[in-house]
């Protein structure tokens, strides 16, 4: 049997293992609870592509819903070309404290290294901390293509062979890679053109100068509305709900122009992990805001999914995968 004094001391340790454990406890918590908020100073988003294009739309409802809510400026920088790179290398540049992050399509690690020869690893220059909206492409051409749908269209492209050109927003994005799809599903011969942002090529297919385009639907929606531009068909698994009367290229035949892209907040992978959830917190309350996802689904987004960080790097692998093997399977050689 143990002495008096032992069971005195084994006491003794054990309050004291219990004092010692709700110090910590009660530290963490008050750690937690003093944690700086995010944002408490000016925050830069910087748009992968031009004023108006897709990924600027996007970053404004972000940036004036977090201003609004946070009592923070927010401003909003757009950086177009070099397919999301030059924004990039923005980004890369700025303090490693979480308060310049960037608004741009997944495209940028899962298609764009296949296609332009790089001196980075885009997977390890961006990490993605939200999906922000997800959507389709839509087909769209110049009020003076004589088409007045997609049978109609693509017989007067076969007529024409090689004469026909097709803007993308950037050359390596889903709007590039379709154009090179539907080319070798249907057998006809278009002509690959590529700007910096959608933008630029909505107003040359707007005057004729380039006929068609595959484009997101916020910036071609209101062209769209508008009758400046035709719509012929949309990439998304089923019709959009602003566009009822454009089939689907799945209904049309041909399945494998199907597809999606997201649009995502990213970050600085060597931010603090704990400044990365603060960010990822604030754009998630963003999101939740109805009149935020009404907004996006106005122009054309359906919200985003709660994905995590993690989750999302898994997608962007497999979809760097799957873009390398349709790129093999078209014999597609980088511009």
Same mark, same amino acid.
């Given at each position: 049997?143990?002495?008096?004094?032992?069971?005195?001391?084994?006491?003794?340790?054990?309050?004291?293992?219990?004092?010692?454990?709700?110090?910590?406890?009660?530290?963490?918590?008050?750690?937690?609870?003093?944690?700086?908020?995010?944002?408490?100073?000016?925050?830069?988003?910087?748009?992968?592509?031009?004023?108006?294009?897709?990924?600027?739309?996007?970053?404004?409802?972000?940036?004036?819903?977090?201003?609004?809510? #946070?009592? =923070?400026?927010?401003?909003?920088?757009?950086?177009?070309?070099?397919?999301?790179?030059?924004?990039?290398?923005?980004?890369?540049?700025?303090?490693?404290?979480?308060? +310049?992050?960037?608004? *741009?399509?997944?495209?940028?690690?899962?298609?764009?290294?296949?296609?332009?020869?790089?001196?980075?690893?885009?997977?390890? %220059?961006?990490?993605?901390?939200? %999906?922000?909206?997800?959507?389709?492409?839509?087909?769209?051409?110049?009020?003076?293509?004589?088409?007045?749908?997609?049978?109609?269209?693509?017989?007067?492209?076969?007529?024409?062979?090689?004469?026909?050109?097709?803007?993308?927003?950037?050359?390596?994005?889903?709007?590039?890679?379709?154009?090179? =799809?539907?080319?070798?599903? *249907?057998?006809?011969?278009?002509?690959?053109?590529?700007?910096?942002?959608?933008?630029?090529?909505?107003?040359?297919?707007?005057?004729?100068?380039?006929?068609?385009?595959?484009?997101?639907?916020?910036?071609?929606?209101?062209?769209?509305?508008?009758?400046?531009?035709?719509?012929?068909?949309?990439? +998304?698994?089923?019709?959009?709900?602003?566009?009822?009367?454009?089939?689907?290229?799945?209904?049309?035949?041909?399945?494998?122009?199907?597809?999606?892209?997201?649009?995502?907040?990213?970050?600085?992978?060597?931010?603090?992990?704990?400044?990365?959830?603060?960010?990822?917190?604030?754009?998630?309350?963003?999101?939740?805001?109805?009149?935020?996802?009404?907004?996006?689904?106005?122009?054309?987004? %359906?919200?985003? =999914?709660?994905?995590?960080?993690?989750?999302?790097?898994?997608?962007? #692998?497999?979809?760097?995968?799957?873009?390398?093997?349709?790129?093999?399977?078209?014999?597609?050689?980088?511009?």
């Amino acid at each position: 049997m143990r002495s008096k004094n032992t069971l005195r001391q084994a006491a003794r340790a054990a309050s004291l293992a219990c004092v010692a454990a709700a110090c910590l406890a009660a530290t963490a918590s008050h750690a937690q609870a003093q944690a700086p908020k995010w944002p408490d100073k000016t925050v830069r988003i910087i748009a992968a592509g031009p004023a108006g294009g897709s990924a600027d739309i996007v970053a404004r409802l972000l940036a004036d819903n977090l201003s609004r809510d #946070s009592g =923070q400026p927010v401003v909003v920088d757009p950086r177009p070309g070099a397919g999301g790179v030059l924004a990039v290398n923005e980004l890369s540049q700025a303090p490693h404290d979480g308060y +310049t992050v960037l608004v *741009a399509v997944n495209s940028l690690v899962s298609e764009i290294p296949h296609i332009v020869k790089l001196r980075v690893d885009m997977a390890a %220059e961006i990490k993605p901390v939200a %999906e922000l909206g997800r959507g389709g492409l839509v087909l769209v051409g110049a009020p003076s293509v004589p088409a007045k749908n997609f049978g109609e269209l693509l017989g007067w492209v076969k007529s024409h062979p090689g004469t026909v050109s097709y803007a993308s927003y950037t050359a390596g994005t889903l709007s590039h890679v379709l154009g090179l =799809q539907l080319n070798k599903a *249907a057998g006809i011969d278009m002509t690959h053109v590529g700007y910096k942002g959608s933008t630029p090529a909505l107003t040359d297919v707007m005057g004729g100068h380039v006929p068609l385009m595959f484009d997101a639907m916020p910036s071609s929606l209101p062209l769209v509305k508008a009758g400046k531009i035709k719509a012929f068909a949309v990439s +998304t698994p089923k019709r959009s709900a602003l566009l009822p009367e454009v089939p689907t290229f799945t209904e049309l035949g041909y399945p494998q122009l199907e597809a999606t892209g997201w649009m995502g907040l990213w970050i600085k992978p060597d931010v603090p992990a704990a400044q990365q959830a603060r960010v990822r917190e604030a754009a998630l309350k963003v999101l939740a805001m109805p009149s935020v996802r009404e907004r996006l689904q106005d122009i054309g987004f %359906e919200p985003g =999914q709660p994905r995590s960080p993690e989750e999302l790097a898994k997608s962007l #692998s497999a979809d760097y995968q799957r873009m390398g093997s349709v790129l093999k399977s078209i014999d597609f050689k980088p511009e």
